[in-house]
């Protein structure tokens, strides 16, 4: 924020929700891309009460937003079909090709 003569105050940037000026970035540009992975995870507080939440951890930083415990208490199972769909996608995903598409070696054939 910058001061002003008129009321003290003059936005500059954007404010988050915390209050806080936004940090700008290049114009149609994507600076960063890191994988974030999803954890779930149950705790005892500080009185020893449990709470089970879905955290993510990009990079080495861990996040929660501030409604992570009552969002983690809406989950449900998905249907029986599309759980045996979904496994059968990853699965596909995640297998190693059967054979190179690119020869590496370029011997030509």
């Not at 929660?64 to 995903?93: F, G, H, I, T, Y």
């Amino acid at each position: 924020m910058q001061s002003t003569g008129n009321n003290g105050l003059k936005q500059v940037g954007v404010l988050t929700t915390a209050g806080q000026v936004a940090e700008k970035a290049p114009a149609k540009k994507m600076t960063h891309v890191a994988e974030a992975k999803m954890y779930a995870v149950r705790y005892g507080d500080e009185k020893g009460d449990a709470h089970t939440v879905m955290l993510v951890k990009a990079g080495n930083q861990w996040y929660m937003p501030p409604n992570a415990e009552q969002w983690s208490q809406q989950l449900r199972p998905v249907a029986k079909w599309l759980e045996e769909q979904l496994a059968d996608a990853v699965k596909a995903e995640t297998a190693a090709p059967k054979s190179d598409t690119v020869d590496v070696l370029g011997s030509g054939g």
